[in-house]
Nanobody, 127 residues
Framework: QVQLVESGGGSVQAGGSLRLSCAAS????????MGWFRQAPGKEREGVAS????????YYADPVKGRFTISLDNAKKMLYLQMNSLEPDDTAMYYC????????????????????WGQGTQVTVSS
């Protein structure tokens, strides 16, 4: 079992920045694919970015490439998402997720890949 707790959400104006954090606890001795997902009202949950705790390979969804950066601090068991140049379309509940094993280009964005989820943190971007 892995427990995940997100923090760092808030309200910002378009063009602003936020840094989300996810604290992991429990059975964290294995290698995991760690992901950030988001879900806007009335929309499906979608993958934003992922990183493998082994060799730190990363994947990003096209809408956030060049604006968001996912990173790890394995020693602190922390996952981060630095979000710059935020847009109103980035408004959503953001979730941290974990799945044992590597991330893969063809599956990192699949919600069903991840058995462990945090409770979410709200990000609101105003124009």
């Amino acid at each position: 079992q892995v427990q995940l707790v997100e923090s760092g959400g808030g309200s910002v104006q378009a063009g602003g920045s936020l840094r989300l954090s996810c604290a992991a606890s429990g059975n964290t001795g294995r290698r995991y694919c760690m992901g950030w997902f988001r879900q806007a009202p009335g929309k499906e949950r979608e993958g934003v970015a992922s990183v493998y705790t082994g060799i730190a390979s990363t994947y990003y969804a096209d809408p956030v490439k060049g604006r968001f950066t996912i990173s790890l601090d394995n020693a602190k068991k922390m996952l981060y998402l630095q979000m710059n140049s935020l847009e109103p379309d980035d408004t959503a509940m953001y979730y941290c997720a974990a799945a044992a094993g590597d991330c893969y280009s063809g599956s990192w964005y699949l919600v069903r890949k991840y058995p462990y989820w945090g409770q979410g943190t709200q990000v609101t971007v105003s124009s």
